[in-house]
């Protein structure tokens, strides 16, 4: 098993920045896809972005546009994910995941572990 847990949430002006954080505990973090997803009031989870095992293949949500940047560190067991150019819109609860699968997946029922969230808010 894995444990995460997020940080770097907060409150910042729409065209700001944020970096999140996941540190992971437990096992190899490295043995693992990461993922991260967020969750709006009233609004289903959403996928945002995944990064493989090793090698550092990135998959983005469209509506990302190029403002995000997911990447990983397995050496400090920590996972990352870089957001500019925040939007309103991005308001959300974000949300780090584990998966034990080897190859992409946007589906959060393929995540088998999750951190306890982070609330990011964007002011217009």
């Known amino acids: 098993q894995v444990q995460l847990v997020e940080s770097g949430g907060g409150l910042v002006q729409a065209g700001g920045s944020l970096r999140l954080s996941c540190a992971a505990s437990?096992?190899?973090?490295?043995?693992?896809?990461m993922g991260w997803f967020r969750q709006a009031p009233g609004k289903e989870r959403e996928f945002v972005a995944a990064i493989s095992r090793n090698y550092g293949n990135t998959f983005y949500a469209d509506f990302v546009k190029g403002r995000f940047i997911i990447s990983r560190d397995n050496a400090k067991r920590t996972g990352y994910l870089q957001m500019n150019s925040l939007e309103p819109e991005d308001t959300a609860v974000y949300y780090c995941a584990a998966s034990d699968r080897w190859f992409f997946t946007k589906s959060s029922t393929d995540y088998d572990y999750w951190g306890q969230g982070t609330q990011v808010t964007v002011s217009a």
């Open positions: 437990g096992r190899t973090f490295g043995d693992y896809l």
